[in-house]
């Protein structure tokens, strides 16, 4: 019964905000950084303290899960403060802010115990993401921590870890067509915008590829799981994850064709079903042959992208798999119809695929070989190392997408 702690919310709905108290001697910056942030749904700025002093108790009173601290203030400075702050409120995270960038400061206010160091001025989406990204990293800590403190912001409540967390499919059933890399792109994306814990798993068991777009060497995989089929518990699921860079923790395919076999379709089902109580969202990369493996997942999916391309076979496909999909009930709103790698040099358009298979393309990503190629080789996903193109643009908006699709179903 009892689950191993995760101390993360769990779905949109009831999911916690960041509490953030600011730290400024400056009436005009203070006010400023409440600006910057109002617009912010994730973000609750739930006090502002005038001085050092006022920083600590405020800190002590509110609990925040970020102080957001200027360095130079009269009286007991930001760093100062900071210490005493990390010792009365060891769940707080500190944002360090200052004019200057100095070596020293920043080694100070590192072992004063801050997080992040930002230099003014910054912009409101410098601000935002390292907000997002200490608040993460909190998160991350708070559940390393062995016992949560009781009545500490953030300590865990039984419900909380019962909640089911959202799976989403990739899936073609068409290869070439893209879904892998766009399940790991999809995933870095979503977890990149949010304060949502993210996973990936492959369950294209054959010829998985999420461990080499992410560049993890394949050292635990579900394989590991087929022998242990009767023990199964969480902590045996979440020892068989590998942790990326990025935040998204990745469970990787067998690492030879032939030891996909051991891999049951009932052993996905129960690993996707304990996977997504640990997770917000679960992306899940699929091979693109309909066996009992795919629709085992399918039918656990709370939302199924189906990728297509431009060309005929893929769509021709598509059309029998949507057949498929009625004949198995699927409710068309768990469907999210994605077309991928768009060219304006190609005649087939995105309205005559959606009149011909009588279905909404959703999403389109525009073909964009030089970024995808450099990406996959490097085994760096493009929304991390080509940000700015296109293609990362339309993953992150369909990322958003997606959540807001969650939410909306959720009301
Ligand atoms: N948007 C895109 N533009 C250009 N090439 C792409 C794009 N998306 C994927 N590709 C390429 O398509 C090929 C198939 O991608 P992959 O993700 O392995 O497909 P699937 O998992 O559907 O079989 C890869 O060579 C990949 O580099
Ligand atoms: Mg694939």
Redesign the pocket.
């Known amino acids: 019964m009892a689950q191993s702690a995760s101390p993360l919310p769990n779905n949109s709905e009831d999911q916690q905000k960041i509490r953030l108290l600011i730290v400024d001697d400056i009436p005009e910056t203070r006010e400023n950084l409440r600006k910057l942030l109002f617009f912010e749904p994730d973000i609750d700025v739930v006090g502002a303290a005038t001085s050092g002093e006022e920083g600590i108790q405020m800190a002590i009173e509110l609990q925040p899960d970020i102080v957001l601290m200027d360095i130079n203030m009269p009286g007991i400075d930001g760093i100062t403060a900071s210490e005493r702050i990390t010792q009365e409120v060891p769940m707080c995270q500190i944002i360090m802010m200052s004019v200057q960038g100095e070596a020293d400061y920043l080694r100070r206010s590192m072992l004063a115990g801050a997080r992040e160091f930002l230099i003014k001025p910054f912009s409101s989406d410098e601000l935002v993401r390292s907000i997002r990204r200490v608040y993460q990293l909190g998160l991350q800590r708070r559940q390393a921590m062995p016992v949560a403190v009781p009545g500490a912001a953030g300590a865990v409540k039984a419900e909380e870890l019962e909640t089911a967390g959202k799976i989403v499919a990739v899936f ?1 059933p068409k ?8 399940a790991v792109n999809l995933a870095i994306a979503l977890q990149q915008n949010a304060a949502i814990k993210v996973a990936v798993v492959d369950t ?1 068991l054959q010829f998985g ?1 999420v461990g080499v777009l992410l560049n993890l060497y394949a050292s635990r995989t579900i394989a590991d799981l087929a022998s242990l089929a009767d023990e199964l518990d969480n902590e045996l699921i979440s020892d068989i994850f590998l942790p990326h860079s990025s935040g998204v923790k990745a469970l990787l395919a067998p690492p030879r064709p032939e030891v996909a076999d051991t891999v049951s379709p009932p052993l996905v089902a129960e690993v996707l079903n304990r996977v997504r109580k640990m997770y917000d969202i679960v992306v899940v ?1 699929t091979g ?1 042959v309909l066996d009992d493996v795919v629709l085992n997942v399918l039918d656990l999916s709370d939302k199924i992208i189906v ?1 297509t391309t431009p060309e005929i076979p893929a769509i021709k496909n598509v059309k029998l798999f949507f057949e498929v999909t009625e004949q198995l009930e699927y409710d068309r709103s768990r469907i999210m119809f994605v077309l ?2 768009t060219d304006r040099r190609i005649n087939i358009r995105a309205e005559d695929i959606e009149a011909n298979l009588k279905y909404r393309i959703e999403a389109q ?5 030089r970024t ?2 450099m990406s ?1 080789n490097q085994g760096i996903p493009y929304v991390l190392s080509s940000k700015n193109s296109v ?1 990362a643009q339309a993953t992150v908006a369909l990322g958003k997408q997606l959540l807001k699709s969650f939410e909306e179903s959720e009301e």
């Not at 290869?175 to 766009?182: A, D, F, I, K, T």
């Open positions: 073609s290869g070439g067509v893209g879904c892998s890399v766009l294209s590829d990369d693109s990728v991928n790698k990503l525009p073909y964009d070989e995808v190629t996959v293609l």
